[in-house]
């Protein structure tokens, strides 16, 4: 296998040829290292390597390797990028800095109740189903307006951009224009979107932040 640090210079090169083709600054793109169950060896391997920001998709996990590397790498940036239940809200924020998967009221008002207590303001992305999928996490784009009101205005949180998922079986490009044109109405400046498959086609769409797993780990063993 590759090592980790080549495979993540390639990426950042294929980042920034996609950017600069794209009338992009490279440095408007986050790569966020998709780090669920790869072995720890190879998530230090990336943090050696300079890499930073990390997405990890349930908070079980997260909890087994993350408290021990943030005292050794404390400028690490992590983000929740999985489907988030009410009652382990108080994890995720101790937990995580950024949260992406806000997706219904119970969510954010279970966040804002917890980050009162935590006495935190994380950046918060709302995870959008632009597919429509009934098997898939975040609120339908005729919802969002008013799930966005709840958590921006009413609750207080520090929404900062959008997220998706688009359907495997059709054409990303069309949920990343979606996608980015909701976070326009509402004057977002962030969209996460983009997986290993997708991200630079996502970037061409202007993803900020994109989600790379098998890219830089390869194939998880489960």
Request: hydrophobic share 40%; proline share 5%.
């Amino acid at each position: 296998m590759p090592d980790i640090a080549d495979t993540l210079a390639l990426l950042k090169q294929n980042i920034e040829k996609t950017a600069l083709e794209s009338g992009r600054r490279a440095d408007d793109i986050n790569l966020v290292a998709v780090s669920k169950r790869q072995p720890v060896e190879k998530i230090i391997k990336a943090l050696e390597a300079g890499q930073r920001f990390f997405g990890e998709n349930r908070i079980q996990d997260a909890q087994k390797i993350w408290p021990d590397l943030a005292t050794r790498y404390p400028d690490k940036i992590l983000h929740l990028i999985g489907p988030l239940q009410s009652n382990k809200t108080a994890e995720a924020v101790k937990l995580f800095d950024v949260i992406e998967t806000i997706d219904r009221p119970k969510i954010a008002r279970a966040l804002a109740t917890e980050m009162a207590a935590q006495n935190k303001n994380l950046p918060c992305f709302i995870q959008v189903n632009t597919g429509a999928e009934a098997q898939k996490s975040g609120v339908l784009p005729e919802d969002l307006e008013d799930l966005y009101q709840l958590a921006k205005t009413e609750l207080g949180l520090n929404i900062v951009g959008l997220m998706c998922i688009p359907p495997m079986d059709e054409a990303s490009g069309l949920h990343f224009s979606l996608l980015r044109k909701l976070a326009q109405k509402f004057n977002l400046p962030y969209l996460s979107m983009g997986m290993s498959s997708d991200y630079q086609t996502a970037i061409k769409f202007g993803a900020t932040h994109i989600r790379v797993g098998t890219a830089l780990f390869g194939a998880r063993d489960d």
